[in-house]
């Protein structure tokens, strides 16, 4: 790997998050005991708009979404530097309630990871537990089926199991459930590399629907649904085998005109 990566690196330093901006992301580092994943990441993340993370595997992808929410508080061994603002509040400082920072901030994983209940049990669960009264868990759950395209698909059986579904509408009903707590942002990880090329034109689909009303950072290894659904893109690289950002912009302008030569030759399909 060339020096030039950790060049970009350092040439990404963004000036200090004003209050206004959605998500600030500060020489963010990421470790697993000894390893460092991740190595200081800049990036700001705009409201309303869809960012697709893309780079090799191994490049601290998954690991950056799990910061943005603290899901990283729940892996052994995994330690955060730097700093994450997030609508003018700083994720890591004393006092944080991660309980709503994660309804604020919903994730979407690789695999669709519903509860072994029903349709309709999956919707109710996130709800009770942050204290929707019980006569509005199902005008809330219609609400959010309706918001996914799956209300025509499951009406007629929201008792059934959530595991009946296939795996595209599983999927959604994932990200229904997310929606459930009306979250600014949503993170999704690959969420269509488990789908065949129908299902996951849907969710391509309901992204671009949902993008204004939500913000979404996604991670994609397929540069055509990068090109497809994304406003803005960073791209991850490896240096000395920890990851970092290489370059980030208008998506437009770094698949038109990369700065970087890994991100040249990555987009080229000629490495990662
Ligand atoms: N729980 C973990 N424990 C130890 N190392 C991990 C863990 N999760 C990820 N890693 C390592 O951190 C690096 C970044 O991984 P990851 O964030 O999954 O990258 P990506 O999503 O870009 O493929 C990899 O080297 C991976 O092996
Ligand atoms: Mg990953």
Redesign the pocket.
Known sequence: MSDCCFEACQSQRLPDPEDETFLAVRNLSVH?GA?V?LESVDIDIQRGRVTALI?P???????FLFTLNRLSDL?P??GVGGRVRFEGTEIYSDGVDIGLLRANIGMVFQKPNLFPVSIRKNLYLPLREHGCPVNQLDRRSEEVLREVGLWSEVSDRLDASAHSLSGGQQQRLCIARALTLRPKLLLMDEPCSSLDPMATDVIERLILKMRGEYSIVI?THNLAQAQRIADDVAV?WCHDES?CVIESGHAEAVFRAPKQPDTVAYLAGQRG
Not at 57 to 63: D, E, N, Q
């Open positions: 697993y390893k994943a780079g595997s191994g490049c601290g992808k998954t690991s892996i061994g995994c991670v991850f990851g």
